[in-house]
């Protein structure tokens, strides 16, 4: 009854830019926090980025001063921003989201949804 459903992924060169969008929909009360995580071949999933419904966001060593992580909560939708990307960012992203589902769907208590990822090629 929740869907995470991204866009934005694709191949560009090193030192390029790529917006990736995330959009929950759905029968939601609530979303807590939202991030991206990536998964590159061979690898773990790993934290990318998170941003809660109020507070900090998060961002790995690897990606701080170039990613950017937002919401618009009016649209249920999470954002990342890469810029100055690098060949080591190639991989999957993920986005992730804590729901709580209104009251009679079912689902009215905390879960958390994934997205199917869209890759992000990074070409030196």
């Known amino acids: 009854q929740v869907q995470l459903v991204e866009s934005g992924g694709g191949l560009v060169q090193a030192g390029g830019s790529l917006r990736l969008s995330c959009a929950a929909s759905?029968?939601?009360?609530?979303?807590?926090?939202m991030a991206w995580y990536r998964q590159a071949p061979g690898k773990q999933r790993e934290l990318v980025a998170s941003i809660p419904s109020l507070g900090s966001t998060i961002y790995a060593d690897s990606v701080k001063g170039r990613f950017t992580i937002s919401r618009d909560n009016a649209k249920n939708t999470v954002y990342l921003q890469m810029n100055s990307l690098k060949p080591e960012d190639t991989a999957v992203y993920y986005c992730n989201a804590n729901i709580i589902g209104t009251p009679y769907s079912g689902s009215y208590y905390p879960q958390d949804y994934w997205g199917q990822g869209t890759q992000v090629t990074v070409s030196s």
């Open positions: 759905g029968s939601i009360f609530r979303i807590s926090h």
